[in-house]
Every structure is written in structure tokens, then in C-alpha cells.
């Protein structure tokens, strides 16, 4: 007899760095030892694939606030850090504020358990956590990166904890956040029995920097100076850490299977932004800290079998914060009222692929000046004070600007982006920019 609760499980697993074309299910190639991803390639197949999703930034911590408060995450100052560096330690303000509603906070307040298995990366201890923002557990780094074996972040102290207490755990980071993923699997089973839900988020490191796969111990010490590793790293390991958090997946979805919990949980999969150094983004350019299509188109793929059809295909448009308040619907779940949700539910997408509705997307970096529009097929862009007017449509890589065309439409795209601008707080004048590398040590991509 098959296991249900009312309420569905949620999962939502986060790559970090992924590129748009890195998955075989997106048209990425196969890697010398053949299928890179076979086990996610099977959730869009089972499932539904999405080819028109973003990220709410191009860089890590800001895309993690729009996902746990459902909301632009221009409104919060933690998130004006692109992104938040282990500098920030011990600050007050750099992080996500304990008193601000979550999507783990609202699911646990209807009956959810929830685990945040992996990178935080949205403050740090004692004024941040995931436990001081609706979660039950957490077994992962606070930081943003951080070593695979030796599990230290940049600056060379060790960041893996238990709740708020570090922990020595020996192995290789992607594998211990997989099969700590299994056990919480493993555990909530009894829980399902008596009709209580999970939620539970899965967000990897990989395949972000250091470039090491399960076979790389000896990499650590070497470059425990500099994780960044910009003098190592290639396509094949690359693959090989995308293949291991794969593998992992595929325990995290036998582990629902055993436990008779497939049928009723919705898995999301996606990354925090566009691809990195190794990332393959075809057929967008840029990527991390860029607004053009590499840097904030993601993979998206849905599977929930008791409500998702196999096989489908959806070309909506949709941002990190719209899955938020997807999986607050498909809960049953109110946003707070003092906080009301920027995101938008997919619920109807999820039920029928072909369903589609009119979805302006907006977004903004303090690096260099940036600022994106995309509404229909077209986008607005500008970089280093440049406007541009694409047909994403037609035109996926930006190559063709359209602005001296269609002058009327980039001013109307203009004055639409400066009207959702007056909505949001100004960047603050202290806001950082960090950036691990520059055209001196690779040529711009």
C-alpha cells in the first residue's frame, strides 16, 4: 500500500553554478564516461522541463533570499551583497532576518517538517540561520564556498555544521549532503505514515570551485590558499562533479521510492544562477554575474507524478521567487499578510504544460550598472551603461540589438523598468561587489 499525506512532500535541490546546457535533458553533451546527468535527465522526462526560467540574480546569496521569502530580493539589504562574502561574519545586518517570514517558516507553521541539507549562505551565526528561519534541521556550510574535503571556506576556517554547532564529518561534501538527504528521507517515512508532510531543501555546492571530484583528495591541501583554483579545473572534472551530485539525486529519488513517497512529492530542480568557468550555456552567453541570458537562465524541471504528466514541455516565463509561492499553493499555504509574495504560483503550469500567462520579469546588479527586462519575447538590457533591445525569441544568444528598430519599445521597456525600480529600496552606497577573478587571470568570456 502506497504511503500519502494530503499536503505533498516538497523538495527543492539547488546546483550551484550550473550552466543553462550543462544537463543532458538541456542538450549537453555527454562526457567522456558517457550520460552527465541520467538521473535528472529522468525527472524532466518523467516530469515537466521548463525552457524559460531564471534566476532571481546571477549570483548566489541574492537568488537564495528571493527564494526563502518569495520576494524581490532588492527588498532586503543582506541581499545587496553580490554576493555576501566571509567578510560579513558577525554582522547584524548581512543576512536573512530571523523575524522575516520563509517558505520554510510558513510550510512548518501548517505542519511541514523541514531540513535545509547543504549551502546557506544567507548569513552567519548568532544573528543568522537556517533555524532561526524555520527550519528543523540543517546540515551543511554557512558560507559560499567551500572546500570539498576539508570543508573550509575561503578564508581558510571550517564551515560545516550541524544545526549551529560545527561538526567534523569526513568525506566528500556532495556525497555527505546526498546521503544525509536519504536519511531525512528515510526518517520522515514514519511521519508520512501518520499524514505529516516534508519539506525539504537540497542545495549542493557543486559543481561550484573548488574543481575536485570524490577521487581529488589530494587537490585539498594544495589549494587550501586559494579555493577559487583558477589555475585548475577542466570540462572533465566538471562533468564528474556534476555526475556525482546526479548520483546522488538518483539515491534522494530511490530513497522516496522504497519509502512508497514518490508518488505524492514534488521535486524541483534547478540552479541559483548561470553557468562559471567549465559551465556550458549554449546557446546563451555570459553567465555568474551576468544579466544577459547565461547568467540568469537556469534549468527548471518539475516531478510530482500524482499531479505532473510525463513528457512535459513549457516555454512560461518564471523566476526562482514564482516557485516559492508554486510550492506555498500546491501546500495550501497563505503568505504572511505583512509580507505579501512578488513570486507567482506555476500551479496551473504544473497541471497542465501547456497553460501559459503574461510574466514581466525584472532585474538589477550593482555590477556593472546592470539592469534586465523580459516581457514576451522581448528583452531590455544594459551593461556598463549600454542599452540594448533583443527578441529573445528570435535571438537567444543577444547578438542582434533591435533598439534602433523598435526605438518606442526599448523607452517603453525603459520607463517600465524605472516604474518597478521606484518600488524597490536604492542599492546601498556600502553594497559590495565580489569577484573571485577578472580578465587578468582568463579572457572574458
Not at 551583497?81 to 523575524?99: A, C, D, Q, V, Y
Not at 517515512?189 to 577521487?215: I, K
Amino acid at each position: 500500500m502506497k504511503l500519502m499525506t494530503t499536503r505533498p512532500n516538497l523538495i527543492f535541490i539547488v546546483a550551484d553554478d550550473l550552466g543553462y546546457a550543462d544537463l543532458g535533458c538541456y542538450g549537453g553533451r555527454d562526457a567522456a564516461f558517457g550520460q552527465v546527468s541520467p538521473n535528472i535527465d529522468a525527472l524532466a522526462s518523467n516530469g515537466l522541463r521548463l525552457t524559460q526560467g531564471y534566476s532571481n540574480s546571477p549570483v548566489c546569496s541574492p537568488t537564495r533570499f528571493a527564494l526563502m521569502t518569495g520576494r524581490y530580493q532588492y527588498r532586503l539589504r543582506g541581499a545587496a551583497e553580490e554576493p555576501i562574502n566571509s567578510k560579513s561574519k558577525g554582522s547584524s545586518t548581512l543576512g536573512l532576518p530571523p523575524e522575516h517570514p520563509t517558505l520554510p517558516s510558513l510550510l512548518k507553521q501548517v505542519g511541514y517538517q523541514t531540513a535545509l541539507i547543504g549551502k546557506w549562505h544567507l548569513g552567519y551565526p548568532p544573528h543568522f540561520s537556517p533555524l532561526r528561519s524555520g527550519y528543523d534541521e540543517f546540515f551543511g556550510p554557512m558560507s559560499g564556498g567551500v572546500d570539498y574535503f576539508s570543508h573550509c571556506s575561503n578564508n581558510g576556517t571550517h564551515d560545516l555544521y550541524a544545526g549551529e554547532a560545527e561538526v567534523q564529518s569526513p568525506g566528500y561534501l556532495t556525497d555527505l549532503l546526498s546521503k544525509r538527504a536519504v536519511d531525512f528521507v528515510h526518517r520522515q517515512s514514519t511521519q508520512a505514515a501518520h499524514g505529516q508532510p516534508f519539506f525539504l531543501s537540497l542545495h549542493y555546492t557543486a559543481p561550484h570551485w573548488p574543481w575536485e571530484t570524490r577521487e581529488d583528495h589530494a587537490l585539498s591541501e594544495e589549494i587550501k590558499s586559494n579555493l577559487f583554483h583558477l589555475q585548475g579545473g577542466n570540462i572533465h572534472t566538471y562533468h564528474r562533479m556534476i555526475h556525482h551530485m546526479d548520483e546522488g539525486i538518483g539515491w534522494l529519488v530511490q530513497a522516496l521510492k522504497d519509502t512508497h513517497q514518490l508518488d505524492n512529492t514534488l521535486i524541483v530542480f534547478t540552479s541559483d544562477n548561470g553557468g562559471e568557468r567549465f559551465s556550458d550555456n549554449w546557446p546563451l552567453v555570459g553567465g555568474k554575474m551576468d544579466l544577459t541570458e547565461g547568467g540568469i537562465r537556469v534549468p527548471w524541471i518539475a516531478h510530482w507524478p500524482k499531479a505532473v504528466a510525463p513528457g512535459g514541455v513549457s516555454a512560461q516565463h518564471c523566476m526562482t521567487m514564482d516557485w516559492t509561492a508554486t510550492l506555498l499553493d500546491v501546500a495550501g499555504v497563505q503568505a504572511a499578510s505583512d509580507h505579501p509574495l512578488d513570486g507567482v504560483s506555476l500551479k496551473p503550469v504544473l497541471l497542465d504544460a501547456e497553460h501559459q500567462f503574461d510574466r514581466p520579469l525584472f532585474w538589477r546588479m550593482n555590477h556593472r550598472g546592470q539592469r534586465a527586462m523580459r516581457s514576451g519575447d522581448w528583452k531590455y538590457l544594459r551593461v556598463d551603461g549600454h542599452d540594448y533591445l533583443f527578441n529573445i525569441h528570435q535571438d537567444e544568444r543577444e547578438r542582434a540589438n533591435q533598439a534602433v528598430l523598435y526605438p518606442q519599445r526599448l523607452n517603453d521597456m525603459q520607463h517600465a523598468w524605472e516604474a518597478w525600480n521606484q518600488t524597490m529600496p536604492p542599492i546601498p552606497e556600502d553594497a559590495t561587489v565580489s569577484l573571485g577573478y577578472s580578465v587578468k587571470d582568463m579572457p572574458q568570456r
